[in-house]
């Protein structure tokens, strides 16, 4: 080897180590929250439990718009995606359909609720399936946390869509919210708080039980596109973060849980049906939420 030649070869990879080093170091973590509500065509309990008859092939809609976002954001640079089942029973999704470097958190219950498994190092959230708050007058399956149990969810006198709580969750670790699919109700409800986010309308909201649809298809192709679009800007968007302390106020359907609740010295009732709760963060208050909505005596095992 000459003198020259052993130069060149050095020139070359100084110039490979300068091209390709940013592409191998650069880290672009993802993660999604997948509800079903907001799922394409979801317009009853008919799809959202294996109970209803159209439980199963809903279950394959929810999926592959999950499977659209992950290979849109893989194809935009994602490096990492976590997905959190965050409906129902947290097992709706088909894993095996989803690729293999991504993982998934299932079932319940979950210090984080929707957003188990998110952290600092993530760079943006993005929300699949989601549906209006329980206070909007408008959206598909609107309700929050609990549509049996829960008539208000208040974060510092703000009345929250889950999409609100756990924007301020992925806030809490400065992770900003990026995209979000659904109705267009809480694409609406959603981009009012968070700003302007990208917003995948896969159907328009009727009635709470009613919506007019695309077609699976067609919404897998507008998911795709609203998250290329999210990652390019990604760098444009903010985290949501609430004040703290925060103050979760709660409004429940029934009388008793609020009765019961205010023997905890942590509590106070503010109505016959209402309780306030203050932590320290929202991660306190997201622990509380998770134990008031899921705690029973009867738990086994
Ligand atoms: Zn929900």
Not at 134 to 152: E, F, P, W
Request: overall charge neutral; some cysteine; charged content about 20%.
């Amino acid at each position: 080897m000459t003198i020259r030649v052993a130069f060149l070869i050095v020139i070359l990879a100084a110039a490979c180590f300068v091209v390709s080093s940013p592409a191998q170091t650069r880290k672009l973590k993802i993660y999604i929250s997948a509800d079903m509500e907001g799922i394409v065509g979801v317009v009853t309990g008919d799809q959202l439990g294996p109970q209803g008859f159209e439980y199963n092939r809903f279950r394959e809609f929810m999926t592959e718009e999950v499977k659209a976002a992950v290979e849109a954001a893989f194809e935009a640079g994602a490096t990492e995606i976590v997905v959190s089942d965050s409906h129902g029973n947290g097992e709706n999704l088909l894993i095996e359909k989803l690729p293999k470097n991504v993982t998934i958190v299932r079932s319940w219950p979950r210090p984080l609720m929707m957003m188990e498994g998110i952290d600092e190092t993530f760079d943006g959230a993005i929300f699949i399936g989601y549906h209006t708050s329980t206070t909007n007058m408008s959206g598909v399956r609107a309700h929050t946390i609990s549509s049996a149990r829960l008539a208000d969810v208040r974060l510092n006198g703000t009345s929250m869509a889950e999409a609100g709580i756990n924007a301020a969750i992925a806030g809490h670790f400065n992770v900003p919210v990026i995209m979000i699919s659904g109705d267009d109700a809480i694409v609406k409800e959603a981009t009012n708080l968070l700003g302007n986010i990208e917003g995948a309308v896969v159907k328009w909201a009727v009635s709470f039980h009613s919506a007019k649809t695309m077609t699976p298809e067609a919404a897998y192709s507008l998911i795709r596109e609203k998250t290329r679009k999210a990652i390019a800007r990604i760098k444009e968007f903010r985290p949501y973060k609430v004040n703290q302390p925060v103050q979760l106020d709660v409004r429940f359907k029934a009388y008793r849980p609020s009765e019961m609740l205010s023997y905890l010295s942590i509590v106070r009732r503010t109505d016959s049906h209402s309780i306030l709760f203050v932590g320290k963060d929202i991660i306190e208050v997201s622990k509380f939420l998770e134990f008031i909505t899921n705690y029973e005596p009867s738990l086994e095992p």
